[in-house]
């Protein structure tokens, strides 16, 4: 584990010169006791004050620690005199965008560092931060290939050059608030995080990694987790209306083929209310749409970047709120296996509440073939207030079907009225596509809805709506050896191609 504590006392970043005004430029200072006291370890101390910085880059062997009342608050370029370091080269991001593929560009970095932390209970403020960053420079795949979301057709080009700008503009900016690569024992606790850029949290290629104790109220995503090893994710709470609140990845932004594994994510909360509003305490619910012109996010979620895969990952004793819903895809060739989730509960949620999709993007070298899903068990899953145009989904590919997936114990509570038209409606393959639910369009089956899946088990289901709905409460088409026991809905299922598929309604 990090360095906690030191023999020394913590240094105090006012002796180096920092001022905690809020007007002067405390980086280069908070810089110079990193250096300082990284050459024996120790603990860097920012005191309550507010720290105007550019660049922060911690070492190995450094605790640096936030004091009640310190704020360290990102600089903005186009305000202040400087610049944030540059992103480094050589890249990798063919194949992701930007953001994923850059990391000295940011409020605070590190690079290939060991034993480090950043602790509260003080605050980061990325308000001097952007969201935004070039695309993947990936022009693979078929014509159809997902880059961006299907709900994202109608955005014209001049609304897509704003949410991403062309790499020239990036120089100087910083577009993350703390972004670790190839470091080692990690610490990162007690922390309140707003507005923090592109990445609140970007973590790529870490091993042996604690975050705990957060509260992140931010522009788009929360916490990514890339390539990592050993990593627990508790006690914390990450709101993020218009992006991913907790999201496992397994990109090429290291230039090699690296699996997210041995993961828990336990007693946390995700949301997507308004921006700031749940550090304010108000909660409130204006924004209806994130920038894919879907609902609001801030789920937890295994991909997109899923060129490596996933193993061994926990999600245990989480609550969302008035956001997406539980999602595991693997779209670029990665198996996604050992996944395990439960004791989950879920209020408004605003596409699916449960999202497993192996799909053929292939982002990725040469040779990228196609994902697995297998090995998941899912238990105690509770949800209520679902958007009614979008079934718990489990979609696969004819020859990729998601294979050995326990369900036990469910209970999803829509909010109904489908009607028959809907439930008539063909749902297309889309097997390139960018994954997320609304890539089917409204579905056919108002509770769970199953195609390309082998060895599926799911007992003692619950699927009910608040007004009536007119489609089936499942449909599975293409399924072997599925069982569902114990249902309770309205309705009757309906099975189309399968073999050994077996409903067994609830006595």
């Known amino acids: 584990m990090p360095l906690l504590t030191a023999a020394a006392a913590p240094v105090d970043v006012r002796t180096f010169g920092a001022k905690g005004d809020g007007r002067t430029l405390d ?28 660049s922060i880059r911690l070492r190995s062997g450094i605790t640096l620690m936030l004091a009640a009342g310190a704020v360290i608050e990102a600089a903005d370029p186009a305000r202040h005199a400087g610049g944030y370091d540059l992103p480094e080269s050589p890249s990798n991001d063919v194949y992701q965008d930007f953001g994923h593929s850059h990391f000295h560009n940011s409020l605070i970095w590190a690079d290939g560092v060991h034993d480090v932390a950043i602790v509260g209970p003080g605050m980061i403020d990325g308000i001097g931060l952007t969201r935004e960053g070039p695309g993947a420079r990936w022009k693979g795949g ?67 990694v604690t975050i705990e104790g957060l509260r992140i109220d931010t522009n788009r995503d929360g916490i990514d987790i890339d390539a990592c090893r050993r990593v627990i994710i508790t ?69 997109t970047e899923s060129h490596g895969g996933f193993r061994r990952i926990r999600i245990e004793n989480c609550r969302f709120q008035r956001c997406r819903g539980l999602a595991l895809e693997t779209v670029d060739g990665g198996v996604l296996e050992e996944v395990s989730a439960r004791n989950l509960t879920m209020g408004e949620v605003t596409t699916a509440p449960l999202f497993l999709r192996t799909g053929d993007r292939r982002r990725g070298p040469d040779g990228t073939g196609l994902g697995r899903i297998r090995h998941v068990a899912i238990a105690n899953l509770t949800a209520t207030g679902i958007d009614p145009r979008f079934a718990a989904s489990i979609v696969g590919l004819a020859d990729s079907p998601i294979e050995d997936v326990t369900l036990t114990d469910l209970d999803f509570r829509y909010a109904g009225g489908g009607t028959a038209s809907y439930a008539a409606r063909p749902v297309p393959e889309a097997r390139d596509g960018y994954p997320e639910p609304s890539m089917f369009g409204t579905l056919p089956a108002y509770g769970l809805y199953v195609r390309h899946a082998r060895g599926i088990t799911a007992r003692h289901v619950t699927l009910s709506t608040d007004m009536p709905d007119a489609r089936p409460p499942v449909i599975v088409e293409d399924g072997r050896d599925i069982v569902i026991e114990g249902l309770r809905a309205s309705g009757e299922a309906v099975v189309t191609g399968g073999k050994g598929v077996r409903i067994v309604a609830a006595d």
């Open 235 to 303: 006690n914390s709470h990450v709101n993020s209306p218009n992006d991913d609140a907790i999201v496992l990845k397994a990109s090429y932004a290291l230039g090699e083929k690296r699996a997210c594994e041995d993961v828990t994510i336990t007693g946390c909360s995700v949301s997507g209310f308004d921006p700031g509003t749940l550090l304010d305490g108000t909660r409130q619910r204006t924004q209806q749409l994130a920038p894919d012109r879907d609902r609001v996010t801030g789920r937890i979620k295994l991909g």
């Open 27 to 54: 980086h280069d200072a908070i810089n110079r006791a990193i250096v300082t006291v990284a050459r024996s370890g120790g603990t860097v101390l920012v005191p309550a004050g507010r720290y105007l910085c550019f």
């Open 142 to 208: 078929g014509k159809n290939a997902g880059s961006h979301p299907a709900s994202m057709r109608g955005v014209t080009g001049t609304e897509m050059r704003q949410l991403e700008p062309d790499r020239s503009l990036m120089n100087g900016r910083g577009n993350k608030a703390i972004a670790l690569k190839n470091a080692r024992r990690v610490r990162i606790a007690d922390l309140t995080i707003a507005r923090g850029g592109h990445f609140a949290i970007l973590c790529t290629g870490c091993d042996d």
